[in-house]
């Protein structure tokens, strides 16, 4: 693509400048140089594209198409591939006032004026549609993402449908089958002490009661199946306190530290459980995703409520933090929060990780569970990513209008700085006599001559004579003006002329 790219400028090129070799080769050069940087160094081809504007002053004369189209391609590109906006501003910012001084420097002010509209409509605006592209691309892509995300989400809840169902499947076999299995057992084994019946059937009563018995374990291993798809049961004892968890996760190799705030009090089984888990989770993603980082548990108790806090810094070997839970642990953690009246939150922190919960000690259930969260990270993500494409359309009109109105203000101040200074008093011209001396009457002659004459027939130049031009009036916004005319055949006055601005 960027060959063909290529091949289509080099094509322009030589349409428009042929047979001016030189203009062609560095029309060649400038647009091999746009298509080379365009993709790595996106920001470094917007400054040559816009850069190529400039050629405009050294013929303002001749309609040159190549640079345009250099500069529209520069400005096309980097808006797809930079997301910052001061960085272009700062580009077209220098080459507009490159030109500007390029312009002073060769007596021709009037001519930026090709380069600043050039710029703003063959660099800025196309640096404006790349951008939208990219917001575009960026607003379709955080959609996929976020639809992408409710899949996942229907996928969970049809696997909690899921294991919910086989977990009642499972009571109700264990609390079914179980107890009637239970039931034959312990009839086989009644029957098995009963002397009165022979021994061969006394034999099959066991044989009856062992496999009794055999059926029940079958029951209970097929039982612990059927209650969950992967993870296995559960190792560490339920009971004990956040102190002891703490114990045995530091007793295990974990940099743990225990921080409590507040004096403990009568707080609630439901919450002082909550915490456990919460803790407990935490503890063990931390291991987890964050091998050998400090882990801090702080236990704050207030008047009102519990604030569990588990804090996680930058791991010092292995992967960056993950978020807490490669599945449901998160979720868990917020509904359990949610059933004991409180909330959770978690996230990034300082490189690290960390979870906060809040558990009241009086709490209700709140009515939206954590499955139901409206703040999730799609949403923030595409709610960002909106914001962006806001900003980028503000942009869109506020970049052309700032710098339309930079434009006008440059060009009044050099219309103002022209129409000063080369403005030629009446009394003055009226004081000049034929065969003075320039140097004798420089003094009373502007710094500068008028820029531009009147389009219409003048008077003919004397033999040999160098012409001046100065302005008859200040006025700023007049249309064709009258001049005065003063022509010097070797440093001496020979001629003073009115020129009229329109034919009379």
Same mark, same amino acid.
């Given at each position: 693509?960027?060959?063909l790219l290529?091949?289509?400028?080099?094509a322009?090129v030589?349409?428009?400048?042929?047979?001016?070799w030189?203009?062609?080769?560095?029309?060649?050069?400038?647009?091999?140089?746009?298509?080379?940087?365009?993709?790595r160094?996106?920001?470094?081809?917007?400054l040559?594209g816009?850069?190529?504007?400039?050629?405009?002053?050294?013929?303002?004369?001749?309609s040159e +198409?190549?640079?345009v189209? /250099?500069?529209?391609?520069?400005?096309?590109?980097?808006?797809r591939?930079?997301?910052?906006?001061?960085?272009?501003?700062?580009?077209?910012?220098?080459?507009?006032?490159?030109?500007?001084?390029?312009?002073?420097?060769?007596?021709? +002010?009037?001519?930026?004026l090709?380069?600043?509209? !050039? &710029?703003?409509?063959?660099?800025?605006?196309?640096w404006?549609?790349?951008?939208y592209?990219?917001?575009?691309?960026?607003?379709a892509?955080?959609?996929w993402?976020?639809?992408?995300?409710l899949?996942r989400?229907?996928? &969970?809840v049809?696997?909690?449908a899921?294991l919910?169902?086989r !977990?009642?499947?499972?009571?109700d076999m264990h609390?079914?089958?179980?107890?009637?299995?239970?039931?034959?057992?312990?009839?086989?084994?009644? &029957?098995?002490?009963?002397?009165?019946?022979?021994?061969?059937?006394?034999?099959?009563?066991g044989?009856l009661?062992?496999?009794s018995?055999?059926?029940?374990?079958?029951?209970?291993?097929? /039982?612990g199946?059927?209650?969950?798809?992967?993870?296995p049961a559960?190792v560490?004892?339920?009971?004990?306190?956040?102190?002891?968890?703490?114990?045995?996760s530091?007793?295990?190799?974990?940099?743990?530290?225990?921080?409590?705030?507040?004096?403990?009090?009568? /707080?609630?089984?439901?919450?002082?459980?909550?915490?456990h888990?919460?803790?407990r989770?935490?503890?063990?993603?931390?291991?987890?995703?964050?091998?050998?980082?400090?882990?801090?548990?702080?236990?704050?108790?207030?008047?009102?409520?519990l !604030?569990?806090?588990?804090?996680?810094?930058r791991?010092s070997?292995?992967?960056?933090p993950?978020?807490?839970?490669?599945?449901?642990g &998160?979720?868990?953690?917020?509904?359990?929060?949610?059933?004991?009246?409180?909330?959770?939150?978690?996230?990034?922190?300082?490189?690290?990780?960390?979870v906060?919960?809040?558990l009241?000690y009086?709490?209700?259930?709140?009515?939206?569970?954590?499955?139901?969260?409206?703040d999730?990270?799609s949403?923030?993500?595409?709610?960002?990513?909106?914001r962006?494409?806001?900003r980028?359309?503000a942009?869109?009109v506020?970049?052309?209008?700032?710098?339309?109105?930079?434009v006008?203000?440059?060009?009044?101040?050099?219309?103002g700085?022209?129409?000063?200074?080369?403005?030629?008093?009446?009394?003055?011209?009226?004081?000049?006599?034929?065969?003075?001396?320039?140097?004798d009457i420089?003094?009373?002659?502007?710094p500068?001559? +008028?820029?531009?004459?009147p389009? +219409?027939?003048?008077?003919?130049?004397?033999?040999?004579?160098?012409?001046?031009?100065?302005?008859?009036?200040?006025?700023?916004?007049?249309?064709?003006?009258?001049v005065?005319?003063?022509?010097?055949?070797?440093g001496?006055?020979?001629?003073k !002329?009115?020129?009229?601005g329109?034919?009379?």
């Amino acid at each position: 693509m960027d060959v063909l790219l290529w091949l289509a400028l080099v094509a322009a090129v030589v349409a428009d400048s042929a047979p001016r070799w030189s203009q062609v080769a560095a029309g060649v050069a400038w647009s091999g140089l746009v298509v080379v940087t365009g993709r790595r160094w996106p920001g470094w081809a917007l400054l040559v594209g816009a850069a190529a504007n400039l050629v405009q002053l050294w013929e303002p004369s001749e309609s040159e +198409v190549w640079p345009v189209l /250099v500069s529209a391609v520069a400005g096309l590109s980097a808006g797809r591939r930079v997301s910052a906006t001061v960085p272009a501003a700062a580009v077209f910012s220098v080459v507009a006032m490159a030109g500007l001084a390029i312009a002073a420097a060769m007596d021709e +002010v009037w001519g930026w004026l090709n380069v600043a509209v !050039t &710029l703003l409509f063959f660099g800025v605006l196309p640096w404006l549609a790349g951008r939208y592209r990219q917001l575009r691309a960026l607003l379709a892509a955080a959609g996929w993402q976020r639809a992408e995300q409710l899949e996942r989400e229907r996928s &969970l809840v049809a696997r909690e449908a899921r294991l919910r169902e086989r !977990t009642r499947i499972a009571r109700d076999m264990h609390d079914s089958l179980g107890h009637e299995l239970s039931l034959i057992a312990m009839r086989a084994g009644a &029957l098995e002490l009963d002397r009165g019946l022979a021994e061969p059937y006394r034999s099959v009563l066991g044989e009856l009661r062992a496999a009794s018995v055999e059926a029940t374990e079958r029951l209970r291993e097929i /039982v612990g199946v059927l209650r969950d798809e992967s993870n296995p049961a559960p190792v560490e004892p339920r009971g004990g306190t956040v102190a002891e968890l703490v114990a045995r996760s530091r007793a295990s190799g974990a940099r743990v530290e225990l921080v409590t705030t507040g004096v403990a009090g009568a /707080v609630p089984a439901a919450v002082d459980r909550t915490a456990h888990r919460v803790v407990r989770e935490a503890l063990t993603n931390a291991v987890k995703h964050a091998p050998g980082a400090a882990v801090t548990v702080r236990l704050t108790y207030g008047a009102a409520a519990l !604030t569990v806090t588990v804090t996680n810094g930058r791991p010092s070997v292995g992967a960056p933090p993950a978020a807490v839970g490669g599945g449901q642990g &998160l979720p868990g953690l917020r509904e359990r929060a949610r059933l004991v009246g409180g909330a959770l939150r978690a996230g990034a922190r300082d490189g690290g990780y960390e979870v906060v919960a809040e558990l009241p000690y009086a709490g209700l259930p709140t009515g939206r569970g954590a499955d139901e969260s409206e703040d999730s990270d799609s949403t923030r993500h595409l709610s960002q990513v909106r914001r962006a494409a806001r900003r980028g359309m503000a942009a869109a009109v506020a970049v052309p209008g700032s710098i339309g109105t930079v434009v006008l203000m440059l060009m009044f101040g050099i219309r103002g700085y022209e129409v000063k200074h080369s403005f030629l008093a009446p009394a003055a011209y009226d004081a000049l006599r034929v065969g003075q001396q320039r140097p004798d009457i420089a003094a009373q002659l502007p710094p500068q001559q +008028v820029d531009g004459r009147p389009d +219409v027939p003048e008077p003919p130049v004397p033999a040999g004579a160098r012409c001046e031009y100065y302005r008859v009036t200040r006025d700023l916004f007049a249309g064709p003006i009258d001049v005065y005319r003063l022509c010097f055949v070797d440093g001496r006055l020979v001629d003073k !002329t009115v020129v009229a601005g329109t034919v009379r």
